[in-house]
């Protein structure tokens, strides 16, 4: 559940409540652009300053193609992967959401208890819709946000569990490596002796 509760809003005034409204929208998919950049940071390997640099200067459709081609990829737990693509396809719904609530102007709404957007297509034909977002509108879509945002975060649990997996797999480097490679390296010796190779 998000931070803003109707009967708060409610008490607002219809201009205040539709800022309050957009403001909370844009907060929140700001949030979820961050987790975003943090799953591309954690699978690419890449922390701190890398990882800024790398997702700083991409646009938001850039970064879920670029995390839906990684998951695709690196992601060895097909489900797993599936699962996170969802989400990513979902977010990027939102995206062309975001893109409604950032570009178009507004006004408390006269019809709904949210807010009015003066929102125009020209794609073919000249189109003005109606668009009009209750209060119950934006917390669905908030809370949509946010449990996007929260599923793309768990890829760093994932992708921590994937490489422990993987280096306890690899072959040790010394006498005594990971957990499956226990004696592996004795054993080597051994069967090396058994030949006459040392």
Request: net charge negative; aromatic share 8%; proline share 2%.
């Amino acid at each position: 559940m998000s931070l803003l509760s109707k009967e708060d809003l409610l008490a607002l005034s219809p201009d205040m409540r539709a800022f309050t409204l957009v403001g909370g929208f844009m907060g929140f998919f700001a949030l979820m652009e961050s987790g975003i950049n943090a799953a591309l940071g954690e699978v690419l390997e890449a922390k701190g300053a890398r990882a800024a640099i790398i997702t700083r200067n991409m646009s938001f459709n850039d970064k879920i193609k670029t995390l839906r081609t990684l998951v695709d990829h690196f992601i060895l737990d097909k489900q797993k992967a599936a699962e996170f693509d969802e989400l990513a396809k979902r977010a990027q719904k939102f995206g062309e959401l975001r893109n409604v609530v950032a570009h178009t102007a507004f006004r408390g709404s006269e019809k709904s208890d949210g807010v009015e957007f003066f929102t125009m297509e020209a794609n073919s034909k000249l189109k003005f819709p109606e668009t009009d977002w209750s209060i119950d509108d934006f917390l669905k879509h908030i809370d949509a946000i946010n449990g996007i945002d929260n599923g793309l975060r768990s890829i760093e649990s994932r992708m921590s569990f994937q490489r422990v997996a993987k280096a306890l797999m690899e072959r040790p480097k010394g006498s005594f490596g990971g957990l499956f490679g226990l004696g592996a390296q004795i054993l080597e010796e051994d069967d090396d002796a058994a030949t006459g190779l040392l």
